[in-house]
């Protein structure tokens, strides 16, 4: 006979992974026990086949369950009589952590759909293969005392299943019924309605076109009638968002192929048990108004995750709802039940359990088949990456760049990815962003920094927060360079050391103190190199030129009379014009920059398909959209010169075309052509230059398919190996990420 100590570390809190662990033991007729200790599980068993049990456990996991190290050790026999799960420790800080949330399992959604089931229409059911966790969680050891559940003790039934070690409730903490759990409650403006069935009353007055927020899992949803035009302009009014596509979420797969075209990866996404917002192309069957995603060929999708998502298409008609974030444009996400009915919404439903930690739908879209997170939130966050390099044994806090923030801590070889923050530039989600660190360091149980990094922009409200953190940890700050951090998280990927990439997006602050956003660097993962670039253009009012690109289509073609025809695109007309054309004379609140988002947008202006940013992204996305309608192949000349690419020629070229008579569609597709071609040939001037084989595209410019498709062919047909984002963002969402390898890599 044998006796092991077992620590495990890796996903193994929260997935039933102790109850599997008590299963497998006396399956095995081993004794000894198994019990949390702070971010690690301890297993002691004792018998004649501990070899069988070390071999086994890794193989026969909970679906949610993933071991990432075990450590065994022989230890002294203490003729334990049973095996039994015991009272959690804190006595030991490793690398383990709460898995994300997950969508509701078959075996709970069959049971809130069963009249004869005591949990039939419960909107809280969950076990321990399913529902909340991180958003519930406080602190760790994982357990229904340090989660937002400790205010609903279990009832005698479900404490029986509690404690009963072959029910899939087995100390599954979230586990609770309409007799002990929480429940829902529905409001008229500010004045509650007694009802038997919230729910239902919800989807009553969803029908009669009115707008509903819901309290859900991680945050509030704001819900209209997907195909009621009224409800929806509404909804944008009240908002104050005139153009963003709205998100949806449809009730079932087969209500989803009536509208929108899928891909057999893109149904695998959309179905897992992670239930990301998915972009999809809409089909021939496409019917919502205009106003539902207006000017794209796209629209975000996702299919329900939550028991009352699916209670909610189970009392109504209507098979598509808008599901939009509840909040003020920029803000986070409202959590508080006094807040939500106080909002711009009709009516409410809420419930009494607190969200701990609050947490955006994440969003992925496909490019030639392959993945992009746009943004990586519920479901995923908090599982942490694996730094591929070799690390130093720092520990690091990263804080992201200014928007679409996410920050990272990093311990070992791990980084711990934050979900979504937003824009650090609003107050309310800077302190959003001081909250969720604090967060994330009870979870990690990671609460000193040896290092904290952040972007080099000197104004950014998290470089400020950076050194404040600093003083506080007594730590070193380290400021990364926004478009290596993107290239670094996109090497990670891949486990590469060196590479040529394409870093192409709105804005970045690049070391000589200008505006990048159209880059080509070298990077060895420590350190870069700038090889080439875009054309630097002025922007004529700084960032005046990012919401108004007009203005930058001025300054790049350098044609006034040219510029006369889009008079209408400047509220002062001709007079407005003259004026920016003497303020790039004299160079007053003139900034530089090699922006690619600056020239698509100025292409879309150009072309007459949007000519105000209203949100981030919008000229250049209503481009890629026009685009994808081209039917005729038209070609612009590439030029380069000194390792950089004419933009300004390009511009003209995309002008002269339209104004001889080619359809935008086709003008807009033959633009976006050249910019994807001459970044590539200053890719490959570059690898050939430092004789590396693998060039990666980074930055948001490359969520645009056939940007992305047009640099991969160019790439590939010269011999080289293109290199695109797998499990990370393209866009800001893993700069922070970036940012830790960096202050990591030894």
Known sequence: MKALKILTQGIVQGVGFRPYVYRLAVDLNLNGSVRNLGNVVEIIIEGEKTSDFVERLPEELPPIAKIDSMEVEEIDIENYNDFEIIESGDAYSGVSVIPPDIAICDKCLAE???????????????????????????????DRIRTSMDEFPL????????????????????????????????????????????????????EKGEILAIKGIGGTHLVVDAYNDKSIK?????????????????????????????????????????????????????????????????????????????????ESEIDTFVMTSANIPGEPMMIDNEEIINGVNDYSLVHNRKILNRCDDSVIRFRNDELSFIRRSRGYTPEPYTINYEVNDLDVLALGPEL??????????????????????????????????????????????????????????????????????DAEVLPVQHHHAHSIALAND???????????????YGSDGTSWGGEILYTDI????????????????????????????????????????YSDYFKYGEIEIKNIFKQIASGINVGISTSTGRVLD???VALEICHERTYEGECSMKLESSAYYSTKELEIPVIIENDQLNTTEILREVV?????????????????????????????????????????????????EAITETVKDCIENNGYNFIQHLNTCAGDGSVSLGQSIVAKKI
């Open 494 to 508: 891949h486990g590469i050391d060196e590479m040529i990439v394409i870093a192409a997006d709105g804005v970045g």
């Open 112 to 142: 809130i759909r069963n009249p004869n089931d005591r949990r039939y229409k419960y909107a809280f059911n969950a076990c321990t293969d399913c529902g909340p966790r991180f958003t519930v969680i406080e602190s760790v050891p994982y």
């Open 526 to 565: 420590k350190n870069f190199e700038r090889m080439a670039h875009l054309q630097p253009q002025l922007m004529p009012g700084g960032d005046m030129a990012t919401r108004y690109p007009a203005r930058m289509l001025a300054s790049i073609i350098d044609d006034e009379e040219m510029i006369k025809k």
């Open 404 to 473: 679409d923030v996410t920050f990272s801590i990093a311990r070992g070889d791990k980084v711990y990815p934050s979900q979504h923050i937003g824009n650090t530039n609003k107050p309310k989600t800077l302190e959003f962003l001081r909250k969720a660190i604090e967060n994330m360091e009870r979870i990690t149980k990671i609460n000193e920094f040896d290092v904290v990094a952040c972007d080099m922009h000197p104004h950014f409200f998290t470089t400020r927060l950076a050194h404040e953190l600093a003083e506080k940890y």
């Open 656 to 704: 002269r075309l339209y104004q001889n008579g080619e359809k935008k569609a086709d003008v807009a597709a033959a633009g976006q052509t050249a910019v994807a071609r001459g970044l590539s040939e200053l890719a490959l001037s570059a690898a050939d230059k430092k004789s590396i084989a693998d060039i990666g595209a980074t930055g948001g410019v490359f969520y645009n």
């Open 234 to 314: 509404e909804l944008r009014k009240r908002l104050n968002r005139p153009n963003q596509a709205f998100a949806v979420m449809c009730k079932d797969l087969e209500s989803l192929k009536k509208y929108a075209q899928l891909s057999k990866r893109e149904i695998e996404t959309i179905t897992s048990n992670k239930r990301p917002i998915v972009i999809l192309k809409k089909n021939e069957g496409y019917r919502f108004p205009e106003s539902l995603s207006p000017g794209l060929h796209n629209i975000g999708v996702m299919l329900p995750y939550s028991p009352m998502h699916y209670l909610l298409f189970d």
């Open 155 to 206: 009832c005698d039934d479900c404490l029986v299943e509690y404690k009963q070690p072959l029910d899939r409730r087995y100390h599954g903490e979230a586990i609770c019924c309409s007799d002990c759990g929480p429940q829902m409650s529905f409001y008229d403006g500010l004045e509650r309605v007694e009802c038997d069935n919230p729910i239902r009353k919800g989807a009553e007055v969803l």
């Open 602 to 604: 100025s292409m879309a």
